[in-house]
């Protein structure tokens, strides 16, 4: 197998970020050490020159490695630093639902929850009222597929944590920061501290 390549700069966000979170999570539980990068989204940091050579979606989170190469995308950028530890499953089929619910978070839960904490901790709620009620009716939807999956399980493939949990922890735990709350989803708060109780296990801030 191919020797994986080290983290040795972590370009995140200034703005708390749950996919940057993601990121430090996992180095931290994987123990690398790393120089983390703060960029201002909102003063256009990641959309210099110089940015977009690394990554030309302007976007964080975005990893450099000990060879100079880049990687970018949060959930990808978890699958590659996951590889051969106990954190990407070793069985094919438990592989296949790790990314089922890294999709998930995606195209399911991050636009919904994600964007309305984007929008209240910047000022941008104001006048949005009628697609924060839909982006908070979707994001309810997508709590509770997530809590009738961990009433079955204690982590979202069966009974090991993995870079499934990661994904999906980053935005759940602030969720009530969108205006969210979790108090009907008992299977998620219990899941929330399973998480919370991981070793190496740092906060966003």
């Not at 089929?93 to 904490?117: G, K, V």
């Not at 969720?175 to 008992?186: I, K, M, V």
Request: net charge neutral; glycine share 6%; hydrophobic share 40%.
């Amino acid at each position: 197998m191919e020797p994986a390549r080290a983290v040795v700069r972590l370009y995140d966000s200034t703005i708390p970020s749950g996919n940057g979170y993601k990121v430090r999570l996992l180095l931290s539980h994987l123990g690398q050490h790393y120089e983390r990068v703060p960029l201002d989204i909102l003063k256009g940091e990641t959309r210099t020159p110089a940015y977009l050579a690394r990554n030309p979606n302007g976007k964080i989170p975005l990893v450099e490695f000990d060879d100079g190469t880049f990687l970018s995308e949060s959930n990808a950028i978890l699958v590659y630093l996951a590889e051969g530890t106990p954190y990407w499953p070793a069985d094919r089929l438990d592989r296949a639902r790790c990314l089922q619910w890294m999709f998930f978070e995606q195209y399911s839960h991050e636009p919904n929850i994600a964007t309305s904490r984007f929008w209240y901790y910047t000022g941008l709620a104001g006048g949005r009222e009628a697609a924060l009620a839909e982006k908070h009716q979707a994001g309810h939807a997508a709590l509770g597929v997530m809590d009738r999956q961990l009433a079955q399980t204690p982590f979202f493939v069966n009974a090991r944590y993995c870079v499934a949990d990661i994904a999906l922890y980053a935005y759940t735990h602030v969720a009530a920061e969108a205006r969210f709350d979790l108090a009907p989803y008992a299977a998620v708060r219990s899941w929330l501290d399973r998480v919370r109780a991981q070793p190496r296990h740092v906060t966003m801030t």
